[in-house]
């Protein structure tokens, strides 16, 4: 039985979709100003699993994660390179996309972006202002007033009456409350625009999300996830304006993933201590970042270390020694005890470290079986893949991963070099010129190559 811990609840509960066999699922998504940096990597890593897992599970699941391709950072780095906002956007959709299928990110089925659903928010702004929760201001934009709306705070616990203390406005602004947010923002001279009954403009980052939400998955609908910098005020605002505007319950559960912190403290461009996926890419494999990610609670804080990243790939080397040189088959019956223990630790609020650890066990029984020759040792190969496919790793060919290594090194040697060089040696052995068998293992070491030796021949990867 899943049971989810939801943030408005601040409890575990059994989860139970709306209808039956069906989840859908919204995803606050990145917006394209710049690189996305790990923060995101961990945003869509671990809705990722949480989708392949639901999607294991038999459900029918509609994922959504949407694109802000309209922002007030996305005008200024624009204007600052002096390229159009599509230019710019496109061009760092395109570089999402490529961290993604790096991370082994699966597409969402669907990824609205903000500028085609402009309509949509229209609308909604529209009937927000028609029920008297929002009102026009004199210089053009639209605000929501948080006052018109009772539930304000309960999905962040924050108290209205002390938001407003230490609440101000800004000079330019004409807010009733200084609390009260923005849903459609007049255009400066200059700036992209679209048409409006409030004149040019365009949307609020809140209002996107609470609009595209509803054109694809209705006005009610079970998870809502994100990072847990979106809990306030974003996720707190789509409440709000969506509660308002369709007179209905939003979302059932909500989801939120913990910080990114670098060396124990936060990641953050002041501190220098902020780096974007690709530049992490250089050093690792895109699978090992994927593992660290998944190996700790996707609710608990998660710290960046090159450590963190060494044990994950001493981790992934570990599953896919195990697997090498073994036939995969079908598990059928083998090891239901794993299945089940795996089963119930992602059951358990998606315990994706819990999990991992009965990959392990399967490994140690995969290499158990080896050495008693066991015909069963393929169907435990199996088993493993097959669990490792809910959370995107352990689908490579094992020697396409051992081999790789670590990303960043200086491999001047071709696999076929390193083959050549392999035989030399080889031959030097069998000859018993020692000394020449060891100026080769130097030269492959120095180059990063890892041998081992058993009585047959010489495997090699790239350490």
């Excluded at 624009?78 to 906002?85: K, L, S």
């Excluded at 004199?138 to 709306?149: E, H, K, L, T």
């Excluded at 602004?173 to 040019?200: C, I, M």
């Amino acid at each position: 039985m899943l049971t989810v811990h939801n943030s408005l609840t601040k409890r575990k509960e059994v989860f139970i979709p709306i209808e039956p066999g069906k989840i859908r699922m919204y995803v606050c998504g990145m917006t394209v100003y710049d690189y996305c940096h790990i923060g995101h990597a961990r945003v869509m890593v671990v809705f990722d699993a949480i989708y392949r897992y639901l999607q294991a599970q038999g459900y029918d699941v509609t994922y959504v994660r949407n694109i802000t391709d309209i922002d007030d950072k996305i005008i200024k780095r624009a204007q600052e390179n002096n390229e159009t906002m599509q230019t710019l956007t496109t061009r760092f959709i395109d570089a999402m996309y490529e961290d993604a299928d790096a991370l082994g990110v699966l597409r969402p089925n669907h990824e609205p972006k903000a500028t085609e659903h402009l309509s949509g928010i229209v609308d909604m702004v529209q009937t927000l202002i028609a029920k008297g929760h929002a009102y026009p201001a004199q210089n053009g934009d639209v605000y929501y007033a948080v006052n018109s709306f009772a539930g304000y705070g309960k999905l962040s616990g924050k108290k209205l009456d002390e938001l407003q203390a230490g609440a101000r406005v800004e000079i330019e602004e004409q807010k009733r409350n200084p609390l009260d947010f923005v849903l459609w923002k007049s255009a400066k001279p200059g700036e992209p625009s679209w048409p409006s009954p409030w004149g040019a403009g365009r949307p609020g980052w809140h209002i996107e999300c609470s609009a595209m939400s509803r054109e694809i998955l209705g006005g009610h609908f079970d998870i809502h996830g994100g990072g847990q910098d979106l809990q306030f005020p974003h996720h707190e605002n789509e409440i709000a304006q969506s509660e308002a505007c369709n007179g209905h319950k939003y979302v059932n559960y909500w989801l939120h993933n913990g910080f990114v912190r670098v060396n124990e403290e936060k990641m953050s461009k002041s501190l220098n201590n902020f780096f974007t996926i690709r530049e992490v890419l250089k050093h690792y494999q895109g699978e090992e970042v994927r593992f660290f990610i998944l190996n700790s609670h996707y609710r608990s804080a998660l710290n960046y270390g090159e450590e963190q990243l060494d044990n994950a790939r001493a981790a992934l080397t570990r599953l896919y020694t195990a697997l090498r040189d073994v036939v995969a088959e079908p598990a059928n019956n083998f090891g239901v005890e794993y299945r089940q223990r795996f089963i119930e630790a992602m059951d358990d609020d998606f315990n994706t470290p819990l999990a991992i650890a009965v990959l392990f066990d399967v490994a140690r029984e995969i290499n158990k079986l080896r050495e008693m020759n066991d015909a069963r040792v393929g169907q435990a190969a199996g088993l493993l893949i097959e669990l490792a496919k809910y959370l995107g790793i352990a689908q490579q060919m094992p020697d396409d991963y051992l081999r790789v290594g670590s990303v960043n090194a200086i491999h001047s040697l071709s696999d076929e070099l390193i083959n050549d060089l392999i035989a030399q040696r080889n031959a030097a052995r069998v000859a018993k010129n020692w000394a020449e068998a060891d100026r080769l293992r130097g030269q492959l070491v120095a180059a990063g190559i890892i041998l081992e030796d058993d009585a047959q021949l010489t495997r090699w990867r790239r350490g």
